[in-house]
């Protein structure tokens, strides 16, 4: 089996609940094939200033790092922590770059997490399940952008349907064609993240959630059960 983001486990496990484990690495495999600091062959829309280890700043104009992050979210992460995220880290090789990359690219997954959970009324969670529903939602956000998904969800409630993953599908189709779009996405992950260690399983299963801790500024879960 050709699990690219293994490597990374133990990193993303310190970072995020036990059942979003694989998920994450299918994020890092999809994005970067587990290649720490790769650099996206396109550009994005907006150029961000980042700092550099050597002084000053250099301009970042594409997705960086494990989980291509870009540079207008990498520059948000900077503005909220202390000790934030050089370029050359972002761009670096090591491990202790692709560790600080993955903690990048969590902190912006979670961020969507919460803003859905705020947009739909939904949990994550519920008891010891994952809401497989806000997960895939979450991972069109993580594709898409949060701005874009929260247009269509405005959409569904104008049309009184629930804002569901099923119902993004059926009402608009044209998301899940051609290949590069958001729910293509979503059904590549999943795909992927079976990969590492029946994630389809634990996802369905779930795992005990004992608690939830903040810890500079990222929302570790603390799990323990099917994983």
């Not at 994952?130 to 956000?141: A, G, H, I, P, T």
Request: positive net charge; proline residues 4%; glycine residues 8%.
């Amino acid at each position: 089996m050709n699990a690219p983001a293994q490597q990374w486990k133990a990193a993303v496990a310190a970072r995020i609940a036990a059942p979003l484990v694989p998920f994450i690495l299918a994020i890092i495999e999809n994005e970067s094939g587990g290649r720490a600091g790769a650099k996206a062959y396109r550009s994005t829309r907006i150029t961000k200033n980042l700092p550099s280890e050597t002084g000053g700043v250099i301009a970042a104009d594409r997705a960086l790092g494990l989980m291509q992050t870009i540079p207008l979210v990498i520059d948000d992460f900077n503005k909220v922590h202390s000790a934030g995220v050089t370029y050359e880290q972002m761009t670096g090789a090591t491990k202790a770059d692709g560790m600080k990359q993955i903690q990048v690219g969590i902190w912006t997954f979670l961020n969507n997490v919460r803003a859905l959970e705020r947009l739909t009324n939904q949990s994550l969670f519920s008891g010891n399940r994952l809401n497989l529903n806000l997960l895939k939602l979450v991972l069109v956000s993580y594709a898409w952008g949060i701005g874009n998904l929260r247009n269509k969800l405005d959409v569904l409630a104008d049309l009184n349907l629930d804002p569901t993953f099923d119902n993004l599908r059926a009402t608009f189709p044209e998301l899940g064609k051609p290949a590069n779009q958001p729910l293509v996405y979503v059904d590549r992950i999943f795909r992927k993240a079976a990969k590492y260690e029946g994630a389809i399983e634990t996802a369905t299963t779930g795992a005990s959630i004992i608690g939830a801790l903040l810890i500079g500024g990222l929302l570790i879960w603390a799990a323990r059960g099917s994983i």
